[in-house]
């Protein structure tokens, strides 16, 4: 009988035993706050900003083909004189920045060609680069006046045009030896007169 109460003894000793260990991590353990062992990611954040920027570049994309869609109107001939000079030099014309000049019988338009590719077939027109230059094209009487370089990156930037007679004054801005390439700061004008179907530039 002895020896039957120690096993029972004993018996219930790990019967409490285990009842405890189920209680305290079966039951308890659901009361006690879990600790990850890598912090969660805000993956919806993640993936939300990256929509974000995707529809704000397709935003500034349409923007920016918009914008460039208003080019100030100029005649079929002068436009063709444009188009021409752009393919020879394999460049893109920023029509943004046309400047034109009408009166009678006389059409006048500075335009700008940027990233001329030249002979660089590999690239596709207008991507070579960040170079630009200004030039003048018109029709007077009917008769077209081919083109002459009016300034560019580095050299003088013309900002306005206007006509006295047969003469064309393009004012604008020439660069010190001491300005950055975005800023020219002396004010200066270059003048052409009309002859004989060619744009002749008058020194000073």
Request: net charge positive; with cysteine; hydrophobic share 35%.
């Amino acid at each position: 009988m002895k020896k039957l109460a120690n096993y029972v003894v004993r018996y219930n000793k790990h019967v409490l035993l285990t009842f405890w260990l189920s209680f305290r991590f079966g039951v308890a353990s659901p009361l006690y706050p879990k600790t990850p062992l890598q912090p969660k990611r805000n993956r919806h954040g993640r993936y939300g900003l990256l929509q974000m920027k995707i529809i704000f570049f397709f935003i500034g994309l349409f923007v920016s083909v918009f914008s460039y869609g208003e080019c100030p109107v100029v005649s079929p001939e002068v436009d063709a004189l444009i188009k021409r000079h752009a393919d020879e030099v394999r460049g893109g014309e920023y029509c943004k920045y046309r400047e034109v000049l009408k009166a009678d019988n006389v059409e006048i338009v500075l335009y700008t060609i940027e990233g001329p590719c030249y002979k660089n077939e590999n690239s596709p027109s207008g991507s070579c680069g960040n170079n630009f230059f200004r030039n003048m094209v018109g029709v007077v009487d009917g008769k077209e006046y081919e083109r002459v370089m009016i300034g560019g990156k580095g050299a003088f930037l013309s900002k306005n045009i206007k006509m006295v007679k047969n003469t064309i004054e393009i004012e604008g801005l020439s660069y010190s030896s001491s300005d950055a390439m975005c800023c020219p700061s002396i004010s200066s004008s270059r003048i052409f007169k009309i002859e004989n179907g060619s744009f002749v530039e008058v020194k000073p």
